[in-house]
């Protein structure tokens, strides 16, 4: 505990006297946790540090906000796959004798002698 207790002394504080913990070290206090036998709880004591806290950089490591470093005897974490996403609705076919003018799920179908000017006009206003 002594070898903990003097790195713990060269971890930088604030100006309000809490520690300012940088980023690879928070990333190696959660790996601590993921290796076989440990425990938040544990880990947390061993740094002086609340078990919320720990957890709190646990849930950044989770949405990639901490790389982690690879430690002995660290186990997998589980990985959740999303279900992919529907595919988009195909869009209907257009006759030789129309435009479609197309923005997200608005469809302006006109007829094609439209002048060019009067199209991009539409377009225009579409986007706005």
């Known amino acids: ?22 980023a690879e070290l928070k990333a190696r206090i959660v790996a601590e946790t993921l290796i076989e036998g440990e425990t938040v709880n544990a880990v947390a004591k061993r740094y002086e540090l609340i078990p919320s ?36 609705q195909p869009l209907p076919v257009a006759s030789a004798s129309t435009i479609d003018v197309i923005r997200g799920d608005v469809i302006v179908r006109l007829d094609a002698a439209t002048p060019a000017p009067r199209v991009a006009e539409i377009a225009r206003a579409m986007t706005t």
């Open 53 to 88: 806290t720990v957890s709190d950089w646990r849930r950044m490591a989770r949405q990639g906000k901490l790389v982690l470093p690879n430690l002995d005897g660290m186990d997998f974490v589980p990985v959740e796959i999303e279900a992919p996403a529907p595919l988009a």
């Open 1 to 22: 505990m002594g070898a903990i207790s003097e790195f713990l002394a060269s971890v930088p504080r604030r100006t309000d006297g809490k520690r300012n913990w940088p």
